[in-house]
């Protein structure tokens, strides 16, 4: 047991007043006249002792009354394990409020959001009024970046709402570490109120301040069930106005239960394509099949639905892509255009298909194009090579064959600069192609599928001769894929991502003098198929809250007006930050939207491209570390001084005060001197000798 006010012990020399009373005690007996000298002395012993032993008594009470008078005003406690030991100057507290979408779940007292403030005042009436308090949300906003008063904390508390920023504990306690100036050498103590969730809440790589004192508030939800759509994606890249298409949802039951027979919607531009049910395990993921035909050309907007409750933000799944009227492709040639590739490209309305010599490009013009063909041209300037390399590192798809004869070295010192393989020594021993990649986005809905969805090819299936070719290998790059392969095992066709873009490398001169390629019917697919895969395309979706770059195209910008994303049916609207890179324009928005819907990047008064966002999925699992498991993480950190504080019926209030405080004992011994005192006042009434 210690002392706050160990000073007032000096007052127990108090306790020789009654002391000194009752041994120089004067008082007065009153004498009672008995006719019976004999009775008189058996009443004067019996009188003794009875009032001896009152005395005894009503001194006792009296200094027990003192003594406890006195041990109270001395503040006696008796220290929690652990605990702090409270300061005189003045405290400054930091209580982080996790406001993710997780703490929409429900409670026994309401959403964990709700519980959350109320907990935050809790731990504020805790404090001194004089000290003073900082608020941390998952915004990291900056009117939090400072510490206020307690009663301006608790206002600040009380309007922290739900938002889509999500952050992970690492971050969190960074944050909480970074103390406002001023603030160095003061005693500092960080509270981290939230579910705690596995996707976010790991204490693992997080480094506490050794300095501040750490309380850890776990708030568990009721029910921790969640039915979410977990992505969208299609199942081919390739977009064409009234071809079909299929749309594949993942959804995952992130709860104990079985679901059955789940409603889930398609809509295309306000328009519902698609209606399909599903069921699913506990813990398990759906994949629903979504087929639809591709409207007229432009920008498309999807909504995928499902219904669940409580958490309901990720329920709903936005996604916006492109559909062009026409594929632009550019053949760059000797002197003539080939006249096979002509043939096949300049009849097609899905193609806006043109020519050039190579000695007549105007390179401006190269970044409006969807695919760039190279048929052999003998050689290739430097400044042809340099503009293919801005041309894929923005994101453009070229397709190289080698020329008959030419300088081979102008080709191989372009595909270096992208890890690429040369193009080797002629290899004159007849060959035939015997292996093509069915599996790959080239081919994988060219040939039909068995019933087990794969491409089986019959072992004497038609395939075109090559009479020479280039010795082509893989070279130092690891994702270089072989579409087609010779007998002799050694690549006829390559793909490989280059930049942001795509390069497709043959082994043979678009010439039936090398090869029968042209003029077999794998031709057209292939060549068709490396159009249709060319088409340009931005991600589906973006997170809100983030970072995540917008690629525009470069020739929407013209003079002096701005860019800006604006949300459809809404008048909020943002200026991202606009870079323009190369020959190509990123759009930043900078955590700046933090609503989920689709939005419309415009130019003035001309909308140029649109855009999804959708809120980040890392909140919909609801699954939470419990308080065994973060204990084990506590115990690996280089840091003790951190505390969980168990959820009870109590006030945090009170909790907070005994760690600080410990168990005040001055109540117990205030009542003990009304005891006391109430015992001396029965002996001299009731006692009597």
């Not at 006792?60 to 605990?83: K, Q």
């Not at 629903?288 to 907007?301: D, R």
């Not at 193009?423 to 087990?452: C, H, M």
């Amino acid at each position: 047991m210690l002392f706050a006010n160990p000073v007032f012990l000096f007052g127990l020399a108090a306790l020789a007043i009654p002391v000194l009373i009752h041994l120089f005690n004067f008082r007065r007996y009153k004498k009672v006249w008995f006719t019976n000298v004999r009775f008189l002395q058996e009443l004067q012993i019996e009188t003794k002792k009875q009032s001896r032993l009152r005395q005894l008594l009503i001194l006792l009470a009296r200094l027990l009354a003192i003594a406890a008078l006195v041990m109270a005003f001395a503040r006696p406690y008796i220290p929690a394990p652990g605990g702090l030991r409270q300061s005189s100057a003045q405290q400054e507290v930091s209580i982080y409020i996790d406001n993710s979408f997780s703490m929409d779940a429900m409670a026994t007292d309401g959403k964990l959001i709700e519980v959350a403030r109320a907990r935050a005042a809790e731990i504020a009436e805790a404090y001194s009024a004089s000290d003073r308090f900082r608020l941390l949300t998952n915004d990291f906003e900056g009117r939090h970046e400072r510490f206020v008063s307690r009663d301006e904390f608790i206002r600040f508390a009380t309007e922290v709402q739900v938002s889509p920023a999500t952050r992970n504990m690492t971050e969190v306690i960074r944050r909480l570490n970074d103390l406002p100036a001023g603030s160095q050498g003061m005693d500092h103590d960080a509270y981290l109120l939230s579910d705690f969730q596995r996707n976010t809440g790991s204490l693992a790589e997080a480094s506490p301040d050794t300095s501040s004192h750490w309380f850890l508030v776990p708030l568990a939800a009721e029910k921790r069930n969640n039915l979410f759509i977990d992505t969208v994606f299609f199942s081919s890249p390739v977009h064409q106005a009234g071809q079909p298409v299929t749309l594949n949802a993942r959804i995952f039951n992130a709860s104990a239960e079985a679901l059955e027979k789940i409603p889930v919607k398609l809509t295309i531009n306000g328009v519902q394509k698609a209606l399909a049910s599903f069921s699913v395990e506990a813990g398990g993921t759906a994949s629903i099949a979504l087929p639809f035909t591709e409207n007229a050309p432009g920008t498309q907007y999807g909504l995928v639905e499902i219904t669940d409750y409580p958490v309901v933000y990720d329920d709903r799944f936005y996604l916006a892509w492109e559909v062009l009227p026409s594929i632009p492709v550019l053949a760059i040639h000797e002197n003539e255009p080939d006249p096979y590739l002509d043939a096949l490209f300049s009849g097609d309305s899905a193609i806006r298909f043109s020519g050039v010599p190579v000695r007549r490009i105007d390179y401006g013009s190269l970044y409006s194009k969807a695919l760039l063909v190279l048929e052999g041209p003998a050689e290739l300037p430097s400044g042809l090579r340099q503009e293919l390399k801005r041309y894929l590192n923005s994101g453009g798809t070229v397709a190289v064959f080698p020329p008959a004869a030419g300088k081979l070295q102008d080709y191989n010192e372009f595909l270096a600069e992208f890890n690429l393989p040369g193009f080797g020594p002629v290899d004159t021993v007849r060959q035939r192609i015997a292996g093509i990649n069915a599996e790959s986005d080239l081919y994988n809905d060219v040939f039909e599928k068995s019933g087990s969805g794969r491409v089986v090819l019959p072992e004497n299936v038609d395939l075109p001769v090559v009479f020479r070719h280039y010795a082509l290998g893989t070279g130092t790059q690891t994702r270089v894929e072989v579409l087609l392969r010779l007998r002799n095992d050694r690549p006829f066709l390559i793909t490989s991502p280059a930049g942001k873009g795509r390069i497709y490398l043959f082994a043979v001169p678009l010439n039936d003098k090398w090869s029968l390629f042209p003029k077999h019917t794998i031709f057209v697919p292939t060549l068709y198929k490396i159009a249709l895969l060319s088409n340009p395309s931005r991600p589906l979706y973006f997170p809100c809250g983030g970072d995540a770059a917008v690629e525009i195209p470069a020739d929407t910008l013209s003079g002096d007006e701005i860019f800006k994303v604006r949300k459809q049916d809404s008048g909020y609207e943002i200026i991202p930050e606009i870079r323009k890179m190369g020959t190509g324009i990123t759009l930043l928005p900078h955590g700046q939207v933090k609503e989920a819907g689709f939005y419309e990047v415009t130019q003035g008064a001309k909308a140029i491209a649109g855009l999804a966002f959708n809120f980040d999925r890392r909140e919909s699992d609801l699954a939470c570390y419990t308080q065994a498991e973060l204990s084990r993480q506590i115990s690996r950190l280089p840091v003790k001084d951190i505390r969980i504080l168990k959820e009870k019926k109590t006030p945090l209030t009170r909790e907070i005060r005994q760690i600080r405080q410990g168990t005040q004992l001055w109540q117990l011994f205030v009542a003990l001197a009304l005891v006391f005192i109430a015992c001396e006042i029965a002996l001299v009434r009731f006692f009597r000798a």
